[in-house]
T-cell receptor, first 116, second 114 residues
Framework: EPEVTQTPSHQVTQMGQEVILRCVPI?????FYWYRQILGQKVEFLVS????????KSEIFDDQFSVERPDGSNFTLKIRSTKLEDSAMYFC??????????????FGDGTRLSIL | GQQVMQIPQYQHVQEGEDFTTYCNSS?????IQWYKQRPGGHPVFLIQ?????EVKKQKRLTFQFGEAKKNSSLHITATQTTDVGTYFC??????????????FGTGTLLAVQP
């Protein structure tokens, strides 16, 4: 079964440094998402991406965050200047878009981001 | 903003006992999805409910969507140790739109004692 893959599985970064989290969504999917989960808490929506642009973002997704789909397969989340409170598990998800509109989202294994 | 709450936060059962988690949204939903997350794992899609009053079954799991499309429940009959994990409901408001972002509930952690 096709999977969403994320790299790295764990990223340790000094506060203030830039970090890029990478995702390869399922190949025929059209909608892409980033979520985060602070340890022990619920999963929170960050941003959705469709047709090469952001379709919606949450209040968490401030100017320090950006997303890109630099080629036909990768979908990246960049945090320009990391803060301690950015420490969390970051999940990428993708969803098919053709045909039935309410397709479920498929999640990757996540990247654990630790800010020191 | 829109909130999705679940109760209980934590449930400890003996293997073979039943388990139910309840999900309540502050706003009417287009559809609701249920995910299971094992400790250290990622959310895994279980099911989606779309219609008012809908009931779906997957083996020992029964999912319901309320008539007002603001609440949902997941019931597990005769729990097994493999059922251990956190069960999240996730509401969707933008049906068919370019977003369909998931608003996750607070989750219910299920522990099953053999």
């Amino acid at each position: 079964e096709p999977e969403v893959t994320q790299t790295p599985s764990h990223q340790v970064t000094q506060m203030g440094q830039e970090v890029i989290l990478r995702c390869v969504p399922i190949s025929n999917h059209l909608y892409f998402y980033w979520y985060r989960q602070i340890l022990g808490q619920k999963v929170e929506f960050l941003v959705s991406f469709y047709n090469n642009e952001i379709s919606e973002k949450s209040e968490i997704f401030d100017d320090q965050f950006s997303v890109e789909r630099p080629d036909g397969s990768n979908f990246t989340l960049k945090i320009r200047s990391t803060k301690l409170e950015d420490s969390a598990m970051y999940f990428c998800a993708s969803r098919a878009g053709t045909g039935v509109s309410n397709q479920p989202q498929h999640f990757g294994d996540g990247t654990r981001l630790s800010i020191l | 903003g829109q909130q999705v709450m679940q109760i209980p936060q934590y449930q400890h059962v003996q293997e073979g006992e039943d388990f139910t988690t309840y999900c309540n949204s502050s706003t009417t939903l287009s559809n609701i999805q249920w995910y299971k997350q094992r400790p250290g794992g990622h959310p895994v899609f279980l099911i989606q409910l779309v219609k008012s009053g809908e009931v779906k079954k997957q083996k020992r799991l029964t999912f319901q969507f309320g008539e007002a499309k603001k609440n949902s429940s997941l019931h597990i009959t005769a729990t097994q140790t493999t059922d251990v994990g956190t069960y999240f409901c996730a509401g969707v408001r933008n049906y068919g739109g370019a977003t369909n972002k998931l608003i996750f509930g607070t989750g219910t952690l299920l522990a099953v004692q053999p």
